[in-house]
């Protein structure tokens, strides 16, 4: 049996090591990496907390921590959501989003680099592995 799931836990603390060791001078944790590659990667770089959570598998309480110190240090600002008071949308800054493209940058060079010396469509047929794991722990 391929236990796929404690190579992706190795996977994800190595590539993760890998990017803070890259982005130390940002002095930000994994789980902020995290939430600004994500919030860069959305429509207009905002979405609702709740959306953010679930693109970044990240529970609520915990979300609610890395947006408060992302939000102190300016990087992003939370907002009530124009249709809806109860919902808040979260937003790059100008400075989150230099630095959120810093950090999606240097995602893309740590994929090119372990990518590399594999076939083709290798990312693609992992990405559809690791959606079906996603789905299948929902």
């Given at each position: ?119 083709p469509d290798a990312a ?15």
């Amino acid at each position: 049996m391929v236990f796929l799931l404690l190579d992706l836990q190795r996977a994800t603390h190595a590539t993760l090591h890998r990017l803070t060791t890259d982005l130390a001078e940002l002095r930000l944790a994994p789980s902020e990496l995290n939430a600004l590659a994500n919030l860069a990667r959305r429509p207009d770089a905002a979405s609702t907390v709740s959306e953010l959570g679930a693109a970044a598998g990240t529970r609520p309480t915990t979300l609610t921590s890395i947006l408060d110190r992302l939000e102190q240090r300016g990087l992003v600002s939370r907002a009530p959501h124009e249709r809806d008071r109860r919902t808040v949308v979260v937003r790059l800054t100008p400075p989150g989003t230099t630095i959120a493209t810093r950090v999606l940058e240097a995602m893309a060079d740590v994929e090119r680099r372990a990518l590399a010396s594999l076939p083709p469509d290798a990312a693609e047929r992992a990405a559809t592995v690791l959606r079906a794991l996603t789905e299948a722990a929902a």
